[in-house]
Nanobody
Framework: QVQLVESGGGLVQAGGSLRLSCVASKRTFSDYRDYGMGWFRQVPGKEREFVAAIWWRGGSTVYADSVKGRFTISRDSARNTLYLQMNSLKPEDTARYFC???????????????WGQGTQVTVSS
């Protein structure tokens, strides 16, 4: 069973930055040519929202329009760790952020098989 553990959340003022990390307990889908990892976020009472995703080996990325130019997804293969650098944070970025992994890189959360427990990000105005 793969475990994903997020960290790095917290309280920050608008305009500030945070970097989220997601450590995987083991390499997932290692037999696949490539696989995807993504960040999603959720506010209570709302659906989980796509933020960013990356092909683990190839490195191609995709972002939600709402975060494009402000957030950067990256990975460190040696550490088996996924990152989300968040700059110019806005109050509307406040949510619980989850990392996930699946056989493809996609915006669709239904295509991700494993999820972390999430880390809370709160942006004050």
């Amino acid at each position: 069973q793969v475990q994903l553990v997020e960290s790095g959340g917290g309280l920050v003022q608008a305009g500030g930055s945070l970097r989220l990390s997601c450590v995987a307990s083991k390499r997932t889908f290692s037999d696949y040519r490539d696989y995807g990892m993504g960040w999603f976020r959720q506010v209570p009472g709302k659906e989980r929202e796509f933020v960013a995703a990356i092909w683990w080996r190839g490195g191609s990325t995709v972002y939600a329009d709402s975060v494009k130019g402000r957030f950067t997804i990256s990975r460190d293969s040696a550490r088996n760790t996924l990152y989300l650098q968040m700059n110019s944070l806005k109050p509307e970025d406040t949510a619980r952020y989850f990392c996930a992994t699946g056989p493809i890189m996609t915006r669709n959360n239904n295509n991700y098989n494993y999820w972390g427990q999430g880390t809370q990000v709160t942006v004050s105005s």
